[in-house]
């Protein structure tokens, strides 16, 4: 399936993934690549084989197949410019998922001294370990929860395509619930949605509910890690207005809490407008303190739970931990840390979160209600 040529840095610098990069940056990992050609159907990866190599698509669509130890079956197609086989590679474990090419393909073929060179180039491993975080989610079976009236949904980390899953169909984010979650009025746009489902599950970590294993989202819960403090992570939640209520609130502050243990997050905040019950309910469940921030507005912080202590049945806490460990513990730190810019969970420094997004701007004006209220904290 390979040619004999040999590669260009510019021909690499011209694929997406590579965007950003100076030409100059790509020649020892051109010089470490063969060219890769591949017919319809022929299969470039295999689940389960051991990972030797990986490819970087430089034409053609590829199709991903990746069969869950429950059957479950993922099937994504990718576009070209994007990198395959480099889950494998980067966790030193068999292959996670079939590769086969949908159209005639043509791309680069790399080993593992291929792999080191692109791992050497700034930006490039925290690059990969992001989308090769994404791609596992992806392959995560969603955990089926029960809603407090006996209604099914399901639990998964976000992933990239939920953008356009959010408010899909009849399911109702309100101006009210709006306001609430980010302080003012109006949906998210574009830009601000792909911020919110393009995360990297260490730093800026999603859990999303769905009803119906590919149904609309209803609701989310995001941490993002503090940036001069990695212990600590603000934290935010949405639940559609028909789904409030009914318990999702608390499983998904328990399913942050499983999460940000995995991650070594110890102290969670929020801001919230001061008379929002439903968020003061359910952060006494969490043993939340508050503090009056300003007028109308209320900042809470709370220790992390330990597992054992979450409102949430005990079996569905494991799973959770477990599916948390799934993708933020994927990657072998130390081995990445050789080449690139990630630390260990524990010791990250962050980039600050962009504040208005997950905390939304400050009410300008707090209402009379919330006034009230604000000058009995
Ligand atoms: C705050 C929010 C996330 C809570 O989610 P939820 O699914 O409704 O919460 P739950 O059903 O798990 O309920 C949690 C607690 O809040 C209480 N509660 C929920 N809605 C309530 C309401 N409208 N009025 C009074 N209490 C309410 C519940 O009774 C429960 O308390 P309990 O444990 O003492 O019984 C949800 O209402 C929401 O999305 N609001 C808009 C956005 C927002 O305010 N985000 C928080 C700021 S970041």
């Known amino acids: 399936m390979s040619g004999l040529t040999a590669v260009g840095a510019e021909e690499l610098a011209s694929l997406e993934f ?79 998922a079939t590769v086969i090419a949908n159209d005639d393909v043509r791309g680069y073929l790399g080993y593992q001294s291929a792999f080191e060179c692109m791992l050497a180039i700034p930006d490039i491993a925290e690059r990969m370990v992001r989308t090769a975080r994404q791609r596992l989610a992806a392959f995560i079976t969603p955990i089926p929860v029960r809603a407090k009236d006996g209604t099914e949904l399901f639990l998964r980390p976000v992933l ?26 109006g949906a998210p746009t574009a830009a601000q949605l792909t911020y ?31 940036k001069d403090n990695p212990g600590s992570a603000e934290i935010a939640l949405t639940v559609a207005d028909a789904y ?24 969670f905040h929020a801001l919230g407008l001061s ?16 503090q009056c921030e300003e007028p109308g507005v209320v900042t809470t912080t709370m220790e992390v739970p330990a597992l054992d202590d979450l409102p949430i049945k005990l079996d569905a806490v494991r799973q959770i931990h477990h599916v948390a460990r799934l993708v933020i513990d994927a990657f072998q730190y130390r081995h990445i840390c050789r080449y690139g810019p990630l630390r260990r969970a524990d010791s990250v420094q962050l980039r600050r979160p962009r504040r208005r997004i997950i905390s939304a701007p400050r009410p300008v004006v707090a209402s009379k209600p919330a006034r009230n209220l604000a000058s009995r904290l």
């Open 244 to 267: 409030q209520g009914r318990g999702i609130g608390t499983l998904l502050l328990g399913a942050l809490a499983a999460a940000a243990r995995v991650g070594g997050i110890k102290r």
């Open 160 to 185: 990239p395509g939920d953008a356009e899953r959010v408010g899909r169909g009849r399911v109702e984010f309100s101006p009210e619930t709006l306001y609430r979650r980010f302080f003012s009025g």
């Open 18 to 96: 590579f965007a950003d990069i100076p030409v100059a940056a790509l020649a020892v990992l051109a010089a470490n690549l063969r060219p890769l050609q591949a017919v319809p159907g022929e299969v470039l990866m295999r689940q389960g084989e051991q990972a030797l190599s990986f490819a970087i698509i430089a034409s053609g669509r590829v199709e991903i197949r990746h069969v869950g130890p429950d059957g479950h079956v993922f099937v994504a197609e990718l576009p070209p410019g994007l990198i395959v086989g480099e889950i494998a590679l980067l966790r030193h474990a068999r292959r996670t």
């Open 275 to 290: 008379d929002n019950v439903a968020v003061r309910a359910l952060g006494d469940r969490f043993q939340a303190r508050w």
């Open 196 to 226: 919110l489902c393009e995360v990297d599950y260490v730093d800026h970590f999603v859990w999303v509910v769905t009803d119906g294993v590919d149904g609309p989202v209803v609701a989310d819960a995001r941490f993002v890690r503090d």
